[in-house]
């Protein structure tokens, strides 16, 4: 335990299937379907399915014999006929909505999936507000310049032409 | 004996941090601060040093020596196990801490010193609490009765030379964000609040998003090497923890600029420099804390969790409070019409601060709803690209014509025609982009011309501020050298923007890959690449065994090169990686590695052609060269202190004689 926890706790080290005996792409060329359509989508649906004892990774990148069943599963419902929807339904009826990569919309994400277009909308409307109402108001019109600056100004800018 | 000198060491150095607590009220004068701080940094590069002897000997006695080295791994492994754990990598956060103390204590002030004796006693005191966690619960020297006589060995995926320097590298971006955080504390309390704190924050800002920078693109590198299936970014809530620094660190010296030049934004960035420590320090809690694994799993052992917490919530509480104290004094000078340089700098800041709160709920969101409902959902790589990938794209497609736009009111028309030749560029790109590749999703050519756009951007306004074929080359010549070099680093650093998106579209658009068994003399063709396996054969490293594969690869230009890849095994903890075999062109990488051995004497090989992928690394390096290239600017350079006998002399004659 005391390795897997001085792992854990690796000071911002891009780790992820780290606790795991050995990282490696795991679709092996035994689970690859003979139809290329179909492989493309047990593909697709694999990116977004979690791999259940790795941390945050994906049953298509991982080495896990857990994440190798559940590949086979995914391509055994395809071949039956599921539709996507169908194999994503089947997957988390048995293991729950923790197998999801992309955490459905629904009343407990409401706020994660919105909060950042919302968020947007406000800063990005109070800014445009702020920038409409700034427009009314007219700056100070600036104050002519005395003849000693007129000169100081002539003289920076036939500089400015030698340049 | 050694070890137990830390206390020593530690105690010195948490007396002199606290020592420095009382310039905050109390003026005393900046040669004190400079001598705690010494007196700090000192202790600190004492305790290390002994951490470091103790790894180097391999001195099992010591408890994390025996747990992450091997008296068979390579030195420089040895040395960089003293940081691959929690104990040894708190001291090392306390060293670099203490070091940006002494560091910023000794440069001559932008501010007034009044301010700068504030700023640097805040810098200097704020190291306290970790020096205290280090004594109080987290001793790096805890002793192991009796000694091992073999140690555990350090992770053989850490055995990497990216990754040895990658902590230190990151934590020094990490850690250098506080000095901005002291600047914007001491500032707001001394009701300083001016042009000069942001030129006082900017030359640290750089230096310290350069070395995030830095340690963010050698983790992703180490990453795409050595994990063995060449992925570069996860949406890791480990990378997020230091991809959310760098996103408000990167809004946060955008916004100084603004402030340096025109005393604008002054309250949001003071704001952002608050922020953006506050968000070095959540990374640590996330990742010290263990409850990023679980929320349980942070509650069985919650000792070192809850302290960290406790100094996130007192700094970040404290700061918050002092802002929200003070900042309605504050007045924000410099108006400006929408459509200006600051209005431009206003949307970056806009953009990269919601994508910093995308990626912070997206990190957060799983562990606050398990800890309120005990739901558990997954929040991975296509949550984050669906939320965060929307808001770069429009912050990217506006960035070239921030630098051609004027201060207080620009004219886009003009700054359109400057950027004319640079889009026809970007659309010529994505059409041949798209008439080369054979497939691919739509939007690749779209992302093609993206990273052209930037980085033609960038050029553009170079060619436009030297006045590129306009004048004899020559004139063109010696307007480049004179040209600022905050201009020459703004324009590398935006076109190092432009090359890693055309890798990361190039990658996630255009990859290949082959999955199958062989056998030596097999052959398989991907991407033009064809791909032969040579030889199997067996072989014998210092610290672990490995089955090698040879590969003999025709490149797409008709030569020939060999390639290994192969399975290791690391018996001191019967530990086994794969080691990916590379052939590197700038085109794209051939990624060789293997699976597992089949019973009928074939092997599971994988190869991969990623195009384009070094370009992120390359446009990384390219960002880090841009922010290095604007510290060395004339407004931004940090002088030495003078001497106080000088400065006296100088000031005396400063006043006019009667």
Known sequence: ?163 | MLPELRVLFLGLALAASLLQVRGGWADIALERQRFYAGLQLAGCLGAFGVLLWTFAASDFSVLIVAENSHTTKPLIYKLSGAWGNHEGSALMWALIHAFYAFLYANTAPHVSRATKQKASSIIGALNAPTLLFILAASNPFERLAPAALEGQGLNPLLQDPALAIHPPILYAGYVGFVVPFGIAAAAILSKSVNRTVASEVLPWGFSALALLTLGVGLGSWWAYRELGWGGWWFWDPVENASFMPWLAGTALLHSAIVMEKREGLKVWTVLLAIITFALSLLGTFLVRSGVLTSVHAFATDPERGLFILIIMIAFVGGAFALFAWRAPLLRNGGVFSPISREGALVLNNLFLSVACAAVLIGTLYPLALEAVTGQKISVGPPFFNATFLPLMIPLLLVLPFGPFLAWKRADVAGAAERLLAAGLFAVLGAVMAASLAERGPWLAPIGVALGLWLIAGAASEIAFRTKLFKVDLSETWRRACNLPRSAWGTAIAHAGVGVTVLGVVGETAWKDEYIGLMRPGDQTEIADHMVTLESMRPHRGPNYVEDVARFEVTTPDGLTRYVEASKRLYPARNFPTTEAGMIERLAGDLYVTLGEPQEDGTQTVRVFYKPLVNLIWIGTLFMIAGGTVSLTDRRLRVGAPVPAKARRRAEVSAIPAE
């Open chain 1, 1 to 163: 335990m005391t390795s897997l926890r001085s792992l854990v706790f690796l000071p911002f080290v891009f780790l992820l299937c780290i606790t795991l005996a050995a990282p490696a792409v795991a679709v092996n060329p035994s689970e690859i379907l003979d139809d290329p359509k179909l492989e493309e989508r047990a593909r697709d649906l694999s990116t977004n399915l979690r791999c259940l004892v790795c941390q945050n990774q994906s049953i298509d990148d991982s080495d896990a014999p857990l994440a190798r069943d559940l590949r086979v599963l995914v391509r055994e419902r395809l071949v039956a006929g599921d539709s996507n929807d169908e194999v994503i339904d089947f997957v988390v009826a048995r293991y729950g909505e923790f197998v999801l990569m992309t955490p459905r919309f629904a009343g407990h994400t409401v706020v994660l999936w919105l909060a950042a277009p919302v968020l947007l909308l406000v800063a990005g409307g109070g800014l445009l507000i702020l920038a409409l109402r700034r427009r009314g108001v007219k700056p100070a019109k600036p104050k002519e310049l005395d003849a000693d600056e007129k000169q100081k100004l002539a003289r920076l800018l036939s500089e400015e032409a030698k340049v």
